[in-house]
């Protein structure tokens, strides 16, 4: 698997999250006494505006990523993000989560959500509030920037999170349009594998850090090392 399936599947199973923390948002887009096609096209460049976020995040953290890649510190920096990640997934089994983190997201929320709410309520200014959305603090982003920050390529780091939001729209645009029992069901039955992904990652990231010689899930790494003139 390489890792723009990855990131793919990432977003597609971590969209379940989305759409229980953020589908209220999608909803509340104002397509109701819009024409079918206006309503549409509102909710295309909804998801365009929150993927072109995503994909810009992406070039930030590649850069970094491939910064790390030059120091020669790409093995630590794809063990340490692992460990993290088995840390948030260690937290969401046991129901340890920091109430301070949670609050800090509150506050970073609620003046994006109004920003977000003026901009809906203008013709086509789905795209800018879906801009907004990406900003919104969200597990499943973080965990995908982790992935945009280990692919240690600028380019690489975008194409990483463009897929990643490929993989979030099926499930948002169903949930916009299939409406609070869809968004309710989903919470209810499927946002438990979150944690199990989030642990899939964290093992994978470590194994892929340790350089164990294994083809595709744990292989080589080839280490930039400046040439010495002599």
């Not at 379940?16 to 948002?25: E, F, W």
């Not at 003026?118 to 013709?123: A, E, F, N, Q, Y």
Request: charged share 10%; net charge positive.
């Amino acid at each position: 698997m390489n890792l723009n399936t990855l990131a793919f599947f990432t977003g597609l199973f971590g969209s379940i999250h989305c759409v229980a923390m953020c589908g209220p948002l999608v909803m509340a887009l104002p397509l109701m006494h819009q024409k079918p096609w206006a309503a549409a096209l509102q909710r295309f460049l909804y998801q365009a505006g929150r993927v072109l976020t995503y994909v810009l995040f992406g070039l930030l953290f590649g850069a970094l990523g491939k910064s790390f890649n030059l120091l020669g510190w790409q093995q630590g920096l794809s063990i340490f993000s692992g460990i993290v990640l088995l840390l948030v997934a260690f937290s969401y089994f046991t129901k340890r989560q920091n109430s301070k983190i949670s609050q800090l997201q509150l506050k970073l929320t609620v003046p994006l959500s109004k920003w977000m709410g003026r901009w809906l309520t203008k013709p086509y200014g789905g795209f800018f509030a879906g801009m907004l959305n990406g900003v919104l603090p969200c597990g499943m982003v973080y965990l995908a920037l982790a992935g945009a920050l280990n692919t240690n390529d600028i380019l690489a780091g975008g194409e990483f999170m463009f897929f990643f939001g490929l993989g979030t729209i099926p499930l948002m645009l169903a949930a916009s349009a299939a409406g609070f029992w869809f968004r309710k069901y989903l919470q209810t039955h499927f946002n438990k594998l979150v944690p199990y992904l989030t642990l899939c990652m964290g093992i994978w990231f470590i194994l892929r850090g340790s350089a164990l010689d294994i083809p595709y899930l744990s292989p080589l790494i080839e280490l930039n090392v400046p040439a010495v003139c002599r």
